[in-house]
């Protein structure tokens, strides 16, 4: 059933402590579903201001079913900054007032190698065989392919098999799949926050599955050494608290290299997150979509799959793309490799629904099998394009003298905007936030990430010099309060009214 | 859903190997069920003795030790009985390898399909192995529902995977007639596809894309919609939403327009496929509108779908606490062939209206009506629809353009609401921006479309059609003589002695193990039994090699029937 879980009213609503639950708490959806949470009748909250659900779902809520009321929501203000730009979008010669995306991360430096390699001759087959009805696991050439990949790129100790492999379309399947098929309804994961919000979304919209989050902070103490470490301790008492609150945790997840943070677990703090899974029988999924996104070689990232003897092997399921990697996030293809075949078997249950093209999967393997072009011509040239636009990005934040965390992975930085705000406060950081907008480009505040500390942004630099160029200059402008487009006091003065809290606010989606 | 329970009903009657089997399975269960009582009553008895134990500390770790043993053995020992209940619904299939020119391959595969309703290398689900059972605790008890839910529904489907007929590499493999698949234009799809325009990629296509649909996308299926529709005003690309399937679309539509238990009518026998879309991610119920073969006064043809009926199976709905919110129907009709007229749908859609109830309409066989007397109307193409916010309709390239492969499908609505809220699950049932790319240039093609694609299509449909109901008909077999949709829907109930569902589900197994894959009217909640769906959309060598197999099995299946009257008689 998808009905809120009567446990929800027991957790409570004030003092969110370092596990407070997230009450399918999303990167958009806060004061909704607190709100929602309280009323068993499912009416939506009177909540005004950016991304007014009241406003839409309420106007003709017959044609809904009441969950249908929620799910449009997650649509509708996931539109409100994406629109703004779709409507106004840069371009050089056409509009060059347009507004700077630096807020989706995605990589689109590398369109050129790309588009060559999938424009050759080799990518073009039709067949018959891929016109049909699939293996809905995926077809057995790409899964075969999908193995090697992984068994080379995350240096599994042993080859990976084939039929551990699910491949489907994307990660955001996968995470709703797994989500579905691990827990029941109104049960939850754990995750540590800041992470990518959208997350959320995949594991509620038909899973009905919650978050949990494990809070990290920036602060640097005897314990964690450097911000936002995530450390078991602070796991286990996520864990007490969810369990205390009665929310039933069924598993972890972890995100390596990190989104918004660039970090990079050593394999000896990834062993112990998965040994104190083990403890608690938790799954573990493990999301690597960044695995070769990592330009700094002295990173020194390792998969998960390539850890001699996994703590636990039959709960430990791991996921990648090429969305990032091969910054193709409009390709729409994902894997999981799980050693647990009824988990396996699952997902492909509900492959269904989340199947991808015959032609893409053949394109894919195609791709995938390439190690000479991936290796020689793809991947260096992908790295250094990434390091270049870093440390260009990087520059200019130490010429402003703003304090960022990125660790050589992944295509942002986690910028700490503290400073700018008069005020520490969520509210604030929507209106920070709302000023870069109007000043034409586009970031992703911390709140969409679940962040706990109000003022840090999420910065991606993986876009041509040009616009990057463009894009740093408008954001010194605002903080240097030199913005060229006036603050709309109308705009500012609707979200004063609307928002008590500083929580209630509708931070822009997060891709 | 009392037809899930059909599906693995054991048949009573003690016929060849199978009898043998079943008897075995039934020992099994009932052993089974003992153990599994036990262990309850135990662990009654461990919570019930509890309190008397002096330290507490100790005690609870005790207890919560002996529990999770016992969940880990309850666990074990009810998906044992699952598989158990599964392998029965699998049947005999290999033990008795009536094909006697079977090669030793196939009769090892068999052998292990007779032990395990999965696939031979997934030695996970054998019931030998306990500790490999074992595993399935890590499941949510809905995961373990969607698994044996599929497992069930597409067993057939994963034996053919593994086993296809092949008219050179493979004479001996199944051949599936079960699955409405139209391979009759591969020839030309795969060249039109392979045609320089089709690849083309640019940077918008590697990215996030609009989650509805890439805009030329939406621009294109809405033209195509308004041409091939014949519909009165261009159709808006603002009411389009795209996904990976009509599946997901459906999918999409029962979760943002019931909540779970809220249930849509559905005129039954049905393509059922809505039955499991329905209870997978939605948690839907299907209401049936059972229809009837049987000519009356009141169902002037056979399995019409009348108002009345509509109106009586709502009001007995409603009588029971069921919350109706819509209506599905299915037009051309699937596995029926039924094409409905203007005026049929006017009065659906109408007590549709009354009742406020939303209309799910799918349209996916709408391009291969090939019977040139027939019309097929689309509900798009009504001067003004009755409740035009409640409905909403599906369609896809699987069927009539035979590529199924592609996961494409499309949701037109005027309600802005409903397509918002399905376009929340862009993220979940995406298409890939290359396939997108491909899409949109095929439909725009209306030329090859119009002069090559159609008119090859259904003279070829218009062919296999004809074969395929001679042979019937030379068989004396009942049938529905339509002319739309890639089978036909016939009647088999003469080689049923009783006429019930385990005798229609044996005959089933027969032709499976004849390695000929139909389907069976129970898989449509068809409510009288005998009743199967055969494709035709086939190549020609292998309908004829699929009806020699046919035959055989119907002349098999006459024989016993001609010894058990015998026996029967003898016995009074």
């Known amino acids: 059933m998808f009905t809120l879980p009567q446990k929800e009213s027991k957790a409570p609503t004030t003092c969110p402590g370092p596990a407070s639950t997230q009450d399918l708490d999303s990167n958009h959806g806060d004061g909704l579903e607190r709100e929602c949470s309280r009323k068993p009748d499912w009416k939506l909250p009177e909540f005004c201001g950016v991304g007014d659900p009241t406003a839409t779902a309420s106007s003709d809520s017959s044609h809904l079913s009441s969950r249908g009321s929620i799910i449009k929501w997650f649509w509708d203000s996931a539109e409100e900054g994406y629109r703004t730009y779709h409507m106004d979008e840069y371009d050089e010669d056409k509009n060059p007032s347009g507004i700077i995306n630096m807020g989706t991360s995605e990589n689109k430096l590398c369109f050129d190698l790309l588009s060559r390699r999938l424009s050759q001759s080799d990518m073009l087959r039709v067949e018959p065989s891929l016109l049909q009805y699939p293996d809905w696991r995926g077809h057995l050439f790409l899964r075969e392919e999908v193995a090697r990949f992984l068994s080379f790129y995350c240096k599994s100790p042993a080859p990976l098999k084939p039929e551990n492999v699910v491949v489907l379309n994307g990660c955001a399947s996968l995470f709703s799949a797994l989500a579905t098929v691990l827990c029941e309804v109104g049960e939850a994961f754990l995750i540590p926050a800041p992470y990518y919000g959208a997350i959320t979304q995949h594991v509620y919209l038909y899973g009905g599955v919650r978050l949990v989050c494990v809070y990290l902070d920036s602060e640097v103490t005897r314990l964690d050494t450097r911000p936002f470490q995530l450390t078991v301790e602070k796991l286990e008492m996520a864990l007490q608290r ?253 979200q004063e009214s609307g928002n008590q809290r500083s929580g209630g606010e509708t931070p822009p989606a997060v891709l | 859903m009392s037809h899930r329970l059909g599906m693995f009903r054991m048949p009573s009657a003690q016929m060849r190997g199978q009898g043998l089997r079943n008897q075995r399975i039934h020992t099994h269960l009932m052993e089974m069920m003992l153990h599994l009582k036990q262990t309850i009553e135990k662990n009654l008895m461990h919570l019930t003795t509890r309190h008397l134990q002096q330290d507490l500390v100790l005690e609870e770790q005790r207890h919560s030790q002996a529990a999770s043993e016992q969940e880990a053995l309850l666990g074990r020992l009810m998906y044992q009985l699952v598989n158990l209940l599964q392998s029965g619904a699998m049947g005999g299939l290999g033990l008795q390898p009536s094909c006697p020119s079977l090669d030793v391959r196939h009769d090892v595969r068999g052998g292990q399909w007779a032990q395990s309703p999965r696939q031979p290398d997934w030695p996970v689900h054998q019931l030998s192995d306990l500790e490999a059972t074992f595993v399935s605790q890590h499941l949510s008890s809905r995961g373990i529902d969607i698994s044996a839910l599929y497992h069930s529904s597409f067993q057939d489907y994963k034996i053919y995977q593994r086993d296809k007929y092949h008219e050179d590499k493979n004479t001996m493999g199944f051949i599936n007639l079960g699955l409405s698949e139209n391979k009759l234009c591969l020839d030309l799809m795969t060249e039109r596809l392979s045609q320089s325009d089709m690849n083309y990629i640019e940077d918008d296509l590697l990215q996030y894309p609009d989650w509805r649909g890439q805009p030329f996308l939406r621009e294109e299926v809405a033209r195509f919609l308004t041409y091939y529709c014949k519909v009165p005003d261009q159709l808006d690309p603002e009411n389009v939403v795209v996904l990976n399937g009509c599946s997901s679309v459906f ?183 290359i396939a997108q790319h491909k899409l949109c240039r095929l439909l725009q093609d209306r030329e090859w479309i119009d002069k090559v694609y159609l008119p090859t299509y259904r003279s070829r449909l218009q062919i296999a059609h004809g074969y395929m109901t001679k042979k019937l008909e030379a068989l004396g077999i009942p049938f529905l003589n339509r002319g739309s949709g890639l089978y036909i829907w016939m009647n088999l109930k003469m080689y049923l002695d009783p006429c019930t569902f385990e005798e229609e589900l044996l005959l089933h197994r027969r032709f499976l193990d004849n390695k000929l894959i139909l389907s069976r009217g129970r898989t449509y909640m068809c409510k009288e039994p005998g009743w199967f769906r055969i494709t035709f959309a086939d190549k020609p060598l292998l309908l004829k090699q699929a009806m020699h197999r046919f035959y055989q099995v119907l002349s098999e299946q006459k024989q016993d029937l001609i010894m058990k009257q015998l026996e029967n008689a003898q016995r009074e």
């Open chain 2, 251 to 433: 999918s999409t539509l029962a979760m943002v327009l019931c909540d779970p238990g809220e249930a849509f009518l559905i005129p039954a026998p049905f393509y059922g496929g809505f039955a499991f879309s329905a209870c997978l991610y939605s948690k839907v119920e299907l209401i049936l509108v059972h229809l009837d073969s049987e000519v009356t006064d009141a169902n002037p043809h056979p399995f019409q779908l009348t108002v009345d009926k509509l109106e009586q199976a709502l009001l007995e709905a409603r009588l029971t606490g069921k919350k109706v919110r819509g209506l599905i129907l299915i037009n051309p009709q699937n596995p029926l062939g039924d094409v409905y007229s203007r005026d049929s749908l006017q009065g659906y859609l109408e007590f549709a209206k009354k009742y406020h109830l939303h209309v799910i309409i799918d349209e996916i066989y709408m391009l291969s009506v090939f019977d040139e007397f027939i019309t097929f109307h689309s509900v798009l193409s009504m001067e003004s629809l009755p409740d035009p916010n409640r409905t909403h309709v599906i369609w896809g390239t699987s069927k009539d353009f035979g590529i199924s492969g592609f996961r494409f499908g499309v949701l037109y609505t005027h309600n802005r609401e409903v397509a918002s809220a399905v376009s929340s699950f862009g993220y979940l049932h995406g298409i890939s921006g």
């Open chain 1, 242 to 494: 969810a369990n205390f609150e009665g929310v039933k945790v069924k598993g972890l997840i972890l995100i390596n290299p990190q989104n918004p943070l660039g970090d990079i677990y050593s394999p000896g703090e990834l062993r112990d997150y998965l040994e104190f899974a083990k403890r608690h029988k938790l799954h573990v999924m493990v999301d690597e979509v960044y695995m070769l996104s990592v330009f700094e070689k002295s990173a020194g990232y390792h998969s998960v799959l390539s850890l001699e003897g996994l703590p636990d092997p039959q709960r430990t399921h791991v996921m990648w793309a090429t969305s990032k990697d091969f910054g193709m996030s409009g390709l729409r293809f994902g894997t999981l490799y799980t050693e647990n075949r009824d988990v396996a078997t699952a997902v492909a249950s509900l492959c269904r629904y989340h199947g991808l093209s015959g032609l893409v999967q053949y394109q894919m393997a195609q791709l995938l099998r390439d190690r000479d072009w991936i290796n020689q011509v793809y991947l260096p040239e992908n790295h250094a394009r990434l390091k270049a636009a870093h440390t260009y990005v990087a520059g200019e934040l130490r010429a402003l003298g703003i304090p960022f965390l990125g660790r050589g992975a992944g295509f942002f930085i986690w910028v700490d905007l503290r400073k700018y705000l008069p005020e520490a406060t969520f509210k604030e950081e929507m209106l920070l936030w709302r000023r870069f907008l109007d000043n034409k480009v586009l970031l992703s505040c911390g709140k969409a990430f679940q962040c706990k500390e109000p003022g840090w942004f999420r910065l991606v630099f993986s876009d041509k010099a040009h616009r990057l160029c463009l894009g740093m200059q408008r954001v010194r402008q605002v903080l240097e309060g030199k913005s060229q487009v006036p603050d709309d006091p109308a705009s500012c003065q609707s």
